[in-house]
């Protein structure tokens, strides 16, 4: 690596392709993962935020505990058009912005520390929120529609869970042209770290500059 330089790498694919293990694999190898849906766990635990969406859709995204049952509020933000897209950007709008601050302040810390290898930026909407333009090298993790599927079903999900959460997202084609490397995680994990640990390896050593990164 430059030495001057942090490289940012960006993880991209398909729903249930992998993305969370890839970035597992490769904070292994000594990458900082900053992760979105772990500032997303965060932000939903705000008062303000909870507030928000208490007012919005009432005590039936909430637990008993008094925190926001995510799996409820998955129900009503993917549900079928019109009213799942409309539930979703206001949803979006409400935490994105918070969201994005706290890893932007997370990334700037990391890149003062000297011992920071590379950083993994592990965010579910990489190009829809435009983070993919702040990384060096985007990842494409790469998985059957089957394989996939099935990961998804063995989280709970039904097939149409699957397809709405798909349709809310860039299309495959489109992550796939944004991306540096591809990564197949349709076999085994450890076909899957083994590819991981050639593109590590690759990464280490060469300059990953393409001049000043912008905040998205």
């Not at 007012?55 to 995510?70: A, N, T």
């Not at 640990?197 to 500059?209: D, K, M, R, T």
Request: with cysteine.
């Amino acid at each position: 690596m430059d030495g001057t330089k942090v490289p940012l790498l960006g993880i991209i694919g398909g729903i249930a392709s992998g993305k969370s293990f890839v970035a597992e694999q490769l904070e292994r190898l000594g990458a900082v993962v900053v992760s979105a849906d772990r500032w997303a766990h965060e932000v939903l635990k705000s008062e303000d935020v909870k507030q928000a969406i208490r007012q919005r859709w009432g005590e039936k995204v909430f637990g008993p505990d008094d925190q926001v049952d995510r799996a409820a509020m998955a129900k009503i933000v993917f549900a079928p058009p019109p009213d799942g897209p409309r539930e979703l950007k206001y949803l979006e709008q409400l935490t994105h912005p918070i969201i994005g601050q706290r890893m932007r302040e997370q990334v700037a810390e990391l890149v003062t520390h000297s011992a920071t290898a590379a950083i993994v930026l592990d965010v579910p909407l990489m190009l829809e929120s435009g983070w993919n333009k702040v990384c060096d090298r985007i990842v494409f993790v790469d998985a059957s529609p089957e394989v996939r599927l099935a990961r998804a079903r063995a989280r709970g999900w039904t097939q149409e869970d699957f397809a709405r959460r798909e349709a809310a997202q860039e299309s495959l084609e489109s992550k796939r042209a944004h991306a540096d490397v591809v990564i197949d995680n349709s076999g085994s994990p450890e076909s899957t770290a083994a590819q991981i640990e050639l593109f590590w390896h690759s990464l280490v050593g060469s300059p990953a500059s393409r001049g000043p990164r912008p905040a998205p």
